[in-house]
């Protein structure tokens, strides 16, 4: 078998059309959707990048691995110290990739991630990587080409293969090319997003926030604040458009395979490192939270003796396509593995997934949230500037923007979340290498690595605006880690 993955960053499953997206983003994707499965409720155990992929491919929570950062100690992975083998072949901590190697796949990685974020643990079990060259400032250009070209040379060959590509359009800064033009001009942009919540959004403070959208070269015609609702839909069809911009290229690609005359022999799957938050929590274009819209990936798989049009409810990560995909190659899993095979969802259609599910982040904030039933129950460690309580409680089926928290109302289920939270925890710490939680590692270095050392300076900056009132939230909510946050470097 042929498998192609596509990881396409920063991509939110609900601005998809397959997922119900009200704009026509994605028919190529799509149109994979139709013929496979489609995973409902598949989440990103680590956020955001590097944390994600690492845990992606070693098929552990970051817990365990040690990514959990994207500086410091906990952003390289943690060493397996004096058990570690001559090599890892067939061995506990054996990188699933590796597995599909010594199962006879070609295995082959077209992406500029390793360099990028100097995480070239990522790259086990992968006989050759292609560096795309721009440290993630690609187009999907740049990717598609060097695709379709390794597809036409190598791809048709009689044997089997794993190919991992990385698309980045729609992380910012959005930089599709401005010849390509704005495809959304006359659709509105989503509804839940309004003005009264950008006028209370505008009283908040934090990275990205609706006063300090992402900057850089972006596309034409992106605000750099969001002021009400025209703005919003100036910034959602930057990022809309970019997500078009990528399906079209995933369409290249479809068309090469069948070219090649390999379409149908060939398991697709389309997924993401992690989400976007578009305004919820008052982040704008970014991935700093462990909450629904951050850790909530898509997952699409399509192939051979794969289901076709089937939508999967069930609660999975994303460690868990690892030894799915192992086991469908007839691949043997390994004990050290977070991740859970759902095979028999893909064959079968049955029921394979878990009770709950834990999301972390830690390198723009520290956080942990417990998904269960319909709730998601976020705990904060430390905000990194953001104005966050320290528990939020969202219905995620009839609030998926995350805009009332009833953490104070439904005293209940956050205690269940609490229970449950607290239960991953202990297994984690009973099943981990080492003796130490990597959150509260992250806390003691100093916090998040994104706004670690930056809280007196940025505290100032609120005071010199006039904002005094945000200066005091922030000042109420940094009372337990404003001592650790001293360690950290500027």
């Not at 992250?442 to 945000?470: C, D, M, S, W």
Request: charged letters at 25%; glycine letters at 8%; aromatic letters at 10%.
């Amino acid at each position: 078998m042929k498998i192609l993955y596509i990881d396409i960053d920063s991509l939110r499953p609900d601005h998809l059309g397959c997922y119900g997206y009200h704009r026509n983003t994605s028919p190529n994707i799509d149109s994979i959707a139709e013929r496979g499965v489609r995973f409902e409720n598949y989440y990103a155990t680590d956020a955001p990048c590097a944390p994600s992929r690492s845990a992606l491919f070693s098929s552990r929570y970051g817990f365990h691995n040690g990514v959990i950062n994207h500086g410091g100690l906990e952003g390289d992975k943690r060493p397996i110290g004096a058990d570690r083998p001559f090599n890892n072949h067939h061995k506990s901590y054996q990188a699933w990739v590796d597995i599909l190697r010594f199962k006879g796949h070609h295995t082959a990685m077209i992406s500029p991630f390793p360099g990028r974020h100097a995480a070239w643990h990522v790259q086990e079990g992968f006989l050759e990587t292609h560096d795309t060259g721009k440290h993630a400032g690609e187009t999907a250009d740049d990717v598609a080409v060097q695709a379709l070209s390794w597809i036409k040379e190598r791809g048709s060959q009689k044997e089997n293969w794993f190919l991992y590509l990385n698309f980045w359009d729609p992380h910012t800064p959005y930089r599709t090319p401005a010849h390509y033009g704005n495809p959304f001009v006359n659709d509105p942009a989503p509804a839940w997003l309004t003005d009264e919540i950008i006028a209370q959004h505008r009283e908040g403070f934090g990275p990205m926030s609706a006063l300090n959208v992402p900057a850089g070269k972006q596309w034409e015609g992106l605000p750099k604040e969001i002021n009400s609702r025209e703005d919003f839909k100036k910034w959602i069809d930057g990022y809309d458009t970019a997500i078009k911009y990528v399906d079209d290229h995933v369409g290249q690609i479809l068309s090469m395979l069948e070219e090649q005359g390999i379409l149908d022999e060939t398991m697709i799957i389309i997924s993401a490192d992690h989400g976007e938050n578009q305004g919820e929590l008052n982040i704008y274009g970014d991935h700093q939270t462990a909450d629904h819209i951050t850790s909530r990936i898509p997952c699409i798989m399509a192939g051979p003796g794969i289901r076709q049009g089937h939508v999967d409810q069930d609660m999975h990560y994303q460690i868990d396509c690892g030894p799915t995909v192992v086991e469908l190659v007839g691949g043997q899993l390994r004990d050290k593995w977070d991740g859970v095979s759902f095979l028999p969802a893909l064959t079968e259609g049955t029921s394979s997934g878990r009770p709950y599910l834990v999301v972390s982040q830690a390198a723009w904030s520290c956080q942990r949230a417990v998904r269960f039933d319909n709730w998601i129950l976020i705990r904060t460690y430390h905000p990194g500037l953001k104005d966050f309580p320290e528990l939020m409680l969202f219905d995620v089926d009839n609030d998926p923007h995350e805009t009332n928290n009833l953490a104070e109302e439904r005293l209940d289920v956050v205690g269940k979340g609490m229970q449950l939270l607290d239960a991953w925890l202990y297994e984690q710490m009973a099943t981990s290498d080492s003796p130490l939680d990597p959150m509260w590692h992250v806390i003691h270095e100093g916090g998040p690595f994104h706004t670690r050392g930056t809280y007196y300076k940025y505290l100032e900056q609120l005071r010199n605006a006039g904002r005094h009132e945000a200066a005091d939230r922030l000042e109420q909510s940094y009372r337990h880690v404003v001592r650790f946050e001293e360690q950290g470097v500027e």
